[in-house]
């Protein structure tokens, strides 16, 4: 019953929102979203690049995520 109500407490505390913006994205962003594409697998643009268009500006730079699989 514990573990049920800590549940519904961060089911209420976490919401979410989304807000419609565009991005446009460099050639080689959009080749590596493509590979990652073919091989099943989600590229998300996370950081200050999202800041940057949710303000209206065109991101400078993209952070870089590496993976060790």
Same mark, same amino acid.
């Given at each position: 019953?514990?573990? /049920?109500?800590?549940?519904?407490?961060r089911e209420q505390? &976490?919401?979410? $929102? %989304?807000?419609? /913006?565009?991005?446009?994205?460099? $050639?080689?962003?959009?080749? &590596?979203?493509?590979? /990652? +594409?073919?091989?099943? /697998? +989600?590229?998300y643009v996370v950081?200050?690049?999202? %800041?940057?268009?949710?303000?209206?500006?065109?991101?400078?730079?993209?952070? %870089?995520? =590496? =993976?060790?699989?």
């Amino acid at each position: 019953m514990k573990g /049920f109500i800590k549940q519904k407490i961060r089911e209420q505390l &976490i919401t979410e $929102s %989304r807000v419609p /913006f565009k991005l446009a994205l460099p $050639s080689d962003i959009l080749a &590596i979203q493509a590979v /990652f +594409k073919q091989n099943g /697998f +989600k590229l998300y643009v996370v950081g200050g690049a999202v %800041r940057d268009a949710l303000l209206g500006k065109q991101p400078k730079d993209f952070d %870089r995520l =590496f =993976f060790n699989l």
